[in-house]
């Protein structure tokens, strides 16, 4: 997916994250804080880095703010924040697909 | 050298007779000589022992550099004193390379964190640290390593003078002219004194610092005039309102209340838990509302409580007016209806953080009680538990009285989801080992109840009550299904802290963290 705008999902509340997305200069730039970065860090990214790898997202400058979110909850939000950049957030989202 | 909890502590640290922990009851029997204090005599007889300022006792008492002064932590985040007397010594006197002993360290202490930086403060013991000091310990800015202890450990380690205390600054609710002190019928009560009462005792010099003057004598008296120097009156010793909240209230959180019914079943299950039983309860949501549970068990077998222990809260002083426990002995009062009840309530009575839970005297309370219920920051497939050490290796907790009443009670119950956000608190190896698996018997969480392989006698007891139970395996593999799992923590070479277990051996140390990078 194309990132159009910039866009953000999530909260800062605990157990949430915060993901702002916008477009690129070409590459996927992320920067990460976390409540638990110094056991989770790596996963964390990990994680951020395939959602968008699954989204087919290749451009986009991406800020996580974690503050304890589960996998789940990262997933989430990270692909909340990229089709609302899409405007792609209102309806026909692929549920099953991409989405699962 | 690796110790009986299986953590490596430097030989460096293995000097002066100095042991690494080698379970529980290892120190039982051995004879101690006690240290003695070096007081001065004050024979001709004095009208007042009040001076005008913090400066004026310090001189009094001969403060000068590299000095011990000692604090205790009753009026916990509401405290002024500390600050007001570390500012007194080291910006008005200028003095430095001092040594904080206090009780327990917290986020009301924050100034202290800038005198460590700066060289002032060289040494911290405490049995609890929080806040910037614990920030700036971590980060290896305290020129010594910071000596941990729990409650019971700190008395017996000042006992053995391992810690000697050139002046004890007493935060007094009220005291007379000649430092007659009591922690009620002022203006920033905390009711129990109980902490102070052995620096009191141990030290060489003793400064009351009061905000409520009272006719002499203020009795009856948790520090004697006996043993005091000097009384300073100052404008306030603390914040009330974080002194003693209002009342604590009963979780009406059901995942909480969940685990407190739990907690109660088990401790019905077993045969302890019969007319007179002794008990001790922490304030954290859970382990507060395992109270109201276990009431609903006693009124079915008609069995009273004799006697409950600890720092105590509003729901305890409940069950002693309704009578449904004998006697209340208080070491630290939590809220008002403590802080009113104490010496005032019959049956609720004062003691002092020896009589609670020192190891090394002839039979603190700890060592009769039969259960006690507790959190935990972490714990581990050892059963051991951390509460000093975040999930980040940074020190902010309080082991306090945690070691104490689980290696003297018949049965150690952990309460504890088992996930806190991303943080699995069932793990493979806790961060910190502040309470060794040997004292902790069954660990109550949201996913399970699991009970200590050393207790066959307890998983009968679960087993003939129906309750199921599980490994403890079993619970780690659960919270890191759902979590993940964890990189290991990453250290340098340093040691910011040392964690004595209670009898004075070594159960842990704590390390400078490394600077996290994701590459």
């Known amino acids: 997916m194309i990132i159009q705008k910039p866009a953000v999902a999530g909260t800062l509340e605990s157990s949430d994250a915060l993901v702002s997305i916008e477009p690129g200069d070409g590459k996927i730039e992320l920067t990460l804080t976390s409540s638990v970065m110094n056991q989770y860090g790596r996963q964390i990214r990990e994680t951020v880095l395939e959602t968008l790898d699954r989204l087919s997202v290749t451009d986009a400058k991406v800020s996580v703010v974690d503050k304890g979110a589960l996998d789940c909850t990262l997933k989430a939000r990270v692909e909340c924040a990229v089709f609302r950049s899409c405007d792609a957030s209102e309806k026909d989202i692929p549920w099953g697909g991409v989405i699962r | ?519």
């Not at chain 2, 001065?40 to 022992?49: A, C, D, I, T, V």
């Not at chain 2, 920030?135 to 800015?141: C, Q, R």
């Not at chain 2, 020896?354 to 005297?361: F, G, R």
């Open chain 2, 1 to 519: 050298m690796k110790n009986y909890v299986g953590r490596d502590i430097p030989d460096y640290l293995l000097v002066n007779g100095k042991e690494v922990y080698q379970g529980k009851n290892y120190m039982d029997g051995k004879l101690i000589k006690k240290a003695s204090p070096c007081t001065r005599r004050y024979e001709k007889p004095q009208e007042s022992k009040i001076v005008e300022t913090l400066a004026d006792a310090l001189k009094l008492c001969g403060a000068k550099s590299g000095m011990t002064f000692s604090f205790h932590h009753h009026l916990r985040d509401g405290d002024f004193v500390v600050n007001m007397v570390m500012k007194a010594a080291i910006e008005e006197l200028g003095l430095e390379d001092l040594t904080i002993a206090a009780t327990s360290l917290g986020a009301a202490h924050d100034p202290v964190a800038e005198y460590i930086a700066e060289g002032k403060v060289v040494g911290i013991q405490t049995s609890g640290i929080r806040g910037k000091i614990g920030e700036v310990v971590s980060k290896g800015l305290l020129k010594t390593p910071a000596i941990v202890r729990s409650h019971g450990g700190r008395p017996r380690a000042i006992e053995a003078g391992e810690v000697h205390i050139d002046i004890a600054f007493i935060a007094a609710p009220t005291s007379d002219c000649v430092g007659n002190c009591r922690g009620i019928g002022g203006k920033s009560n905390c009711g129990s004194m109980g902490y102070a009462m052995m620096d009191a005792k141990y030290a060489d010099h003793v400064v009351v610092v009061t905000d409520c003057l009272v006719d002499f004598p203020n009795m009856p008296a948790s520090i004697e005039a006996i043993d005091v120097d000097a009384v300073v009156c100052v404008d306030s010793i603390g914040n009330p309102k974080k002194i003693a909240s209002a009342a604590a209230r009963i979780s009406q959180n059901p995942r909480d209340l969940m685990m407190a019914e739990n907690v109660a079943k088990v401790i019905a299950s077993t045969p302890y838990f019969k007319d007179g039983f002794s008990f001790q309860t922490g304030v954290g949501g859970p382990s507060l509302a395992a109270n109201l549970f276990l009431e609903k068990y006693m009124d079915e077998r008609g069995i009273k409580m004799g006697w409950a222990i600890g720092g105590i809260c509003g729901p305890m002083v409940e069950m002693l007016k309704k009578g449904k426990v004998g006697k209340v002995i208080d070491v630290q009062d939590f809220d008002l209806d403590a802080v009113n009840s104490i010496n005032q309530t019959p049956n609720h009575f004062e003691m002092s953080a020896s009589q609670y839970a020192n190891p090394a005297n002839k039979g603190a309370f700890v060592n009769k009680l039969d259960f006690v219920v507790l959190a935990a920051l972490e714990i581990d497939t050892g059963f051991n538990v951390n509460v000093l050490t975040g999930s980040d290796g940074v020190l902010r907790g309080a082991p306090g009285g945690h070691p104490d009443t689980a290696a003297g009670s018949k049965c150690c119950v952990i309460v504890t989801p088992l996930i806190r956000g991303r943080m699995a608190t069932v793990c493979e190896h806790v961060v910190t080992v502040t309470t060794p698996g040997d004292c902790v018997d069954v660990l109550v969480t949201d996913y399970g109840i699991a009970v200590n392989p050393l207790r066959p006698d307890l998983i009968e007891c679960l087993d003939n009550a129906g309750i199921p139970h599980v490994s403890i395996e079993s619970l780690k593999e659960k919270a890191y299904g759902l979590v993940g799992r964890p990189d290991d923590l990453q250290w340098e070479d340093k040691v910011v802290a040392i964690l004595e277990a209670r009898d004075g051996t070594i159960l842990d140390v704590v390390k400078k963290i490394k600077p996290y990078t994701l590459d």
